[in-house]
T-cell receptor, first 114, second 112 residues
Framework: NAGVTQTPKFRVLKTGQSMTLLCAQDMNHEYMYWYRQDPGMGLRLIHYSVGEGTTAKGEVPDGYNVSRLKKQNFLLGLESAAPSQTSVYFC?????????????FGPGTRLLVL | KQEVTQIPAALSVPEGENLVLNCSFTDSAIYNLQWFRQDPGKGLTSLLLIQSSQREQTSGRLNASLDKSSGRSTLYIAASQPGDSATYLCAVQAGGYQKVTFGTGTKLQVIP
């Protein structure tokens, strides 16, 4: 049971390049999330998904797209990277319920956009 | 808009000391509050989750309290150890799963 894994761990991009971050979970969780963490700021929700084939915008969705084609995977795409997207990206998953259950986090992807 | 504040931003204590980390939030209409631990270069690990109807939760040397009316939560760590060195974040949920707001964390260093 690997929990939540993220690929890649670190990436350097030039402005305007595109890339996809992959998140995978083996806990059969319905809900998955993408956050970004920046110095001096709390984690901010980019996009989330409440089930296979569904996605929704979070607090800071601009410049990102997501897809949830399989229940266990949640992809985060940057079509045209900008220096403002330099950040650490975390994926998380959880089970549904009336109240927030524990979210399980991946180890993060450090992205540097030059 | 919910705002979550954690003070201090950093804390250094000698091993064995009991300590308290603080979390305050502006909107008291929350479902629950959760404390996380984050180690350098790692993801977040959930420590304690307090439902809105609860006052506190305990796990080993950790005790978290919640006072909704005053918008405050504390994380008490007893007999601190060097292995407790990490950043501690609190998060509150006030609505659906997208309504989770994180604090910026308190970086704790326990000196042997």
């Amino acid at each position: 049971n690997a929990g939540v894994t993220q690929t890649p761990k670190f990436r350097v991009l030039k402005t305007g390049q595109s890339m996809t971050l992959l998140c995978a979970q083996d806990m059969n969780h319905e809900y998955m999330y993408w956050y970004r963490q920046d110095p001096g700021m709390g984690l901010r929700l980019i996009h989330y998904s409440v089930g296979e084939g569904t996605t929704a915008k979070g607090e800071v969705p601009d410049g990102y797209n997501v897809s949830r084609l399989k229940k266990q995977n949640f992809l985060l795409g940057l079509e045209s990277a900008a220096p403002s997207q330099t950040s650490v990206y975390f994926c998380a998953s959880s089970t549904p319920g009336l109240q927030m259950e524990t979210q399980y986090f991946g180890p993060g992807t450090r992205l540097l956009v030059l | 808009k919910q705002e979550v504040t954690q003070i201090p931003a950093a804390l250094s204590v000698p091993e064995g000391e009991n300590l308290v980390l603080n979390c305050s939030f502006t909107d008291s209409a929350i479902y629950n509050l959760q404390w996380f631990r984050q180690d350098p270069g790692k993801g977040l690990t959930s420590l304690l989750l307090i439902q809105s109807s609860q006052r506190e939760q305990t796990s080993g040397r950790l005790n978290a309290s919640l006072d909704k009316s005053s918008g405050r939560s504390t994380l008490y760590i007893a007999a601190s150890q060097p292995g407790d060195s990490a950043t501690y974040l609190c998060a509150v949920q006030a609505g659906g799963y997208q309504k989770v707001t994180f604090g910026t964390g308190t970086k704790l260093q326990v000196i042997p």
